[in-house]
């Protein structure tokens, strides 16, 4: 049986825990309003982009005339893969670790085994989780979670889509958590580029007056619309991240209690054996004094 100096040492470390614990979470809290205001702002904007841009590219002279939307054999591929820059928000890392790998199995299993498939990490975790597993990663963009601005968020896009246009890359994935709501978050796996063809569908019966060109809107459209389609990405896996975590962290004060319990119950056993012992030394001692 430990000591009972034992059992108050580590009846204060975990209290000192869980106070840590309970901070981080209302931490994690504060940054998750402020990060789920961010993404319900921006999930209208991006949908009637995404829906404006499919009604005008109907037309097949527009597709004809979109370089984004050019299908070609696969020989190299590029994989986005956001993740955070922090830990202590329970499987979320690791989840798009494993799909991320998962994904390449599945998908591009012999142009992997040729190295013509690279990983772009967008968060300081993947990027040390790919880059010790010996992946051929680019390392440019990791630490855009150290300004999430549209302007800092964007590049990564824009490096990918010159890429693509440069014939570098023939397929660009994108890998992330989407914001469902504090305790779940849905995996997401997207083609970011080529962009994908139009769904058939009925065109929405709007009249519009082009100026200066369709075309032009359009090829001025299939820029702005990939970069929002990044900048969203970010922003769920940022809502995502600090649901995870607070919800780690409140599960990690929880059990920080459930511990706190049995040692306090254990503290109280080791004490009353403590003086059963000595009562009984006592007894003893009396005993032979008589």
């Known amino acids: 049986m ?15 825990t869980q106070q840590i614990t309970k901070a981080m979470k209302m931490v994690a809290a504060a940054k998750l309003r402020r990060a789920q205001d961010n993404i319900i702002q921006l999930r209208p904007y991006a949908s009637k982009m995404n829906g404006l841009l499919q009604n005008l590219m109907m037309d097949s002279d527009v597709d004809e005339s979109n370089a984004y939307g050019e299908e070609r054999e696969v020989n190299r591929v590029l994989i986005m893969a956001v993740t955070s820059d922090r830990g202590l928000c329970g499987a979320f890392n690791s989840n798009i670790h494993k799909e991320v790998i998962r994904h390449i199995d599945a998908n591009y299993k012999e142009i992997h085994a040729n190295g013509d498939v690279h990983i ?7 990027f040390d989780y790919f880059r010790k597993r010996n992946y051929t990663i680019v390392d440019d963009f990791w630490e855009v979670f150290s300004d999430l601005s549209f302007a800092n ?26 914001f ?11 083609q970011f580029l080529p962009v994908l063809p139009v769904e058939l569908k009925v065109k929405e019966e709007v009249e519009y007056i082009y100026q200066p060109s369709k075309e032009a809107i359009v090829s001025d ?57 000595e009562i009984n030394e006592i007894v003893a001692g009396a005993d032979a004094l008589g």
């Open 2 to 16: 430990p000591s009972l100096k034992e059992v108050k040492n580590r009846i204060t470390s975990i209290l000192s």
């Open 120 to 126: 772009l990490p967008l968060g300081k975790k993947g």
């Open 153 to 178: 968020a964007t590049k990564g896009a824009v490096f990918a889509m010159e890429k693509f246009l440069n014939r570098e890359y023939d397929r660009i994935d994108i890998v992330y958590n989407e």
């Open 180 to 190: 469902k709501n504090v305790a779940t978050q849905i995996m997401r796996v997207e």
């Open 221 to 277: 459209l299939v820029p702005k619309s990939l970069k929002t389609q990044v900048y969203k990405a970010l922003l769920e896996s940022n809502a995502s991240e600090q649901g995870a975590r607070m919800t780690a962290m409140d599960q990690a004060t929880d059990n920080a209690g459930e511990l706190l319990k049995d040692l306090r119950l254990t503290y109280n056993r080791t004490r009353q054996a403590a003086i059963t012992k």
